[in-house]
């Protein structure tokens, strides 16, 4: 079989068949067979991958799909993108491993993350390597405000995903999967997320609103409001698994007002929103403000090369040696990838690309406001979810989701849901996607839509 990088008539996807097609089929089965059962993506998407291109997939069968997935965000150059693919062969042949020693591949790859931030706030920032997985890096977050701070409680907020470890499954607001753990973290305290359409929190004294950022503020200010000052603020800008919700900017602007009032590091987890997701190369660059603590990780690499940090503060570090290690945390493929993302990412303007993509994806996907099944359209950048529920009561229409999941996979498109109920048909395209591919797959997005709510899945 010819790899997609050698097919460069391909321009659109196509399914022949029913879905998975025969080796699909005898791959899953070994898959069932012999994996946990807590494999998730295949139980939706019932497909086997051979190869990709770009924004470009293909199954084992043959079948070609856009995908709008790209590795839960972290291919945000597409797959096997050739100057990548270029530099971490060359990577492969020196050094691979280099535990925290120091490498021209590290120090090129601190460089080019350092040179994304504002000059102001590049000067104070320090980096430390983490596991592979952003979860790690969340872990490594919280651990450094709790010894720099001496205090121990954490605030996150509803509708929070920060990974699937004991620590940061009690950081995260998704019961399901930490109700079967018994003694997760204790000291997690959850607040009202203020997003653009959810902010007001309850009845104000005087019977007037009160906001998501005005009850934040009173219960940390309150002396009888029962939480002491905690050792950090937790929070994403735009909740991913949460359903893609952005956060308001007053909000946002609020709580980081009053942590640094109060002298609370505020994280800020930009695992899947940063390396230029939202049109800026982190979310927080779009709210004006400056976090204490950056978690970055999924885009590091570009290429689906693991890799894992967090930028903070200087005075933060009083942490002591090896407080925080991880045997993978000296990537030296990763590390060379990374340099080369930022470079391609400079180089061909990507960022305004993901900037203009968000817009046509707004344009192409306004006509579904009109059904009253959608109840909103909403993202940043190429982070974007399209949020189904009954119109006559709110809740969740998880069937229907899962229908126009299974519709868009078998009319050639990969999307994965989320939200609450996993009502909400997300979209990740890689960063470069062009305006073709974006127009095909917002072609099958409404189609698929507009075929399951009539009732016309075929």
Known sequence: MTTLLQQDFLTAPHVNGDLPGPRSADLLAHQEQWESSARSYPRHLPIALADG??????????????????????????????????????????????????????????????????PELRERMKLHFCGPTGADAVEAAVKLCKIATGRSDIIAFQGAYHGSTHATMALSGL????????????????????????????????????????????????SHGGIGLPAAVLIELVQGEGGVVPASTDFVRRVRDVTRSLGIPLIVDEVQTGCGRTGT???FEQYDIEPDVIV????????????????????????????????????????????????????????????????????????????????????????????????????????????????????????????????????????NVTAEV????????VEAITACLLGGVD
């Open 53 to 118: 291109a770009g924004s470009y997939v293909r199954d084992v069968d043959g079948n070609v799909f856009i995908d709008f997935l790209a590795g839960a965000g972290v291919l945000s150059l597409g797959h096997s993108h050739p100057d990548i693919v270029r530099v971490v062969d060359r990577q492969l042949h020196s050094l691979t491993h280099g535990l925290d020693f120091p490498t021209p591949a590290k120090d090129a790859f601190t460089q080019a993350q350092l040179s994304m931030l504002a």
């Open 281 to 283: 190369w982190f979310a």
């Open 296 to 431: 970055a990780s999924k885009a590091l690499s570009g290429i689906g090369l693991p890799v894992a940090i967090i930028m903070y503060d200087a005075a933060l570090d009083t942490w002591a040696p090896g407080a925080h290690i991880g045997t993978f945390r000296g990537n030296q493929l990763a590390f060379t990838a990374g340099v080369e993302t930022v470079r391609v990412i400079q180089r061909d303007a990507v960022l305004g690309n993901v900037r203009r993509r968000g817009d046509q994806i707004v344009t192409r996907l306004a006509g579904l406001m009109t059904n009253p099944w959608v109840h909103d359209v909403r993202g940043l950048g190429l982070m974007w979810g399209i949020e189904l529920a009954d119109p006559r009561d709110g809740r969740p229409a998880t069937a229907i989701a899962s229908a126009v999941q299974a519709y868009a996979l078998r009319h050639g498109l990969i999307v994965e849901l989320g939200g609450r109920g996993d009502a909400v048909i997300r979209l990740l395209p890689p960063l």
């Open 175 to 222: 019961l399901a999967q930490k109700g079967p753990v018994r003694n997760v973290m204790p000291g997690v305290h959850f607040f009202p997320y203020g997003s653009r359409d959810r902010c007001p929190a309850g009845p104000t004294p005087d019977n007037g609103a009160m906001t998501c950022a005005d009850y934040f503020e009173q219960a940390l200010r309150d």
């Open 438 to 445: 974006v127009d095909t797959a917002c072609a099958i997005i």
